[in-house]
Nanobody, 121 residues
Framework: VQLVESGGGSVQAGGSLRLSCAAS????????MGWFRQAPGKEREGVAV????????DYADSVKGRFTISQDSAKNTVFLQMNSLKPEDTAMYYC????????????????WGQGTQVTVS
């Protein structure tokens, strides 16, 4: 499975960005795709994950009410709409994929994108 992210960039506090992640090479129907982030000197942490067959997304407490994860199943693509961005949201954002159910835990994901930088000033 290959994952390609896009949509990162620099924005002022309070602004918005939308990240996209396109998956290729997957034939899984039941799958989880999501977003993790890693700031300099910190561990990679879960941001949001979404199960392919529906159900409620799972969000980190720090982004609830500000970030929204969604998917286009036909295009095997997942999105992360980020509003009301804060300087503490600055990080490299990684798309992740795993067959089966969703967990907001980096150790359970085996497929990762290259990352896209988000900088909030």
């Amino acid at each position: 499975v290959q994952l390609v992210e896009s949509g990162g960039g620099s924005v002022q506090a309070g602004g918005s960005l939308r990240l996209s992640c396109a998956a290729s090479g997957s034939t899984y129907i039941r799958k989880c795709m999501g977003w993790f982030r890693q700031a300099p000197g910190k561990e990679r942490e879960g941001v949001a994950v979404l199960y392919s067959l529906g159900g409620s997304p799972d969000y980190a407490d720090s982004v609830k009410g500000r970030f929204t994860i969604s998917q286009d199943s036909a295009k095997n693509t997942v999105f992360l709409q980020m509003n009301s961005l804060k300087p503490e949201d600055t990080a490299m954002y990684y798309c992740a994929f795993r067959p089966g159910y969703c967990y907001l835990s980096r150790d359970l994901f085996g497929f990762w994108g290259q990352g896209t930088q988000v900088t909030v000033s």
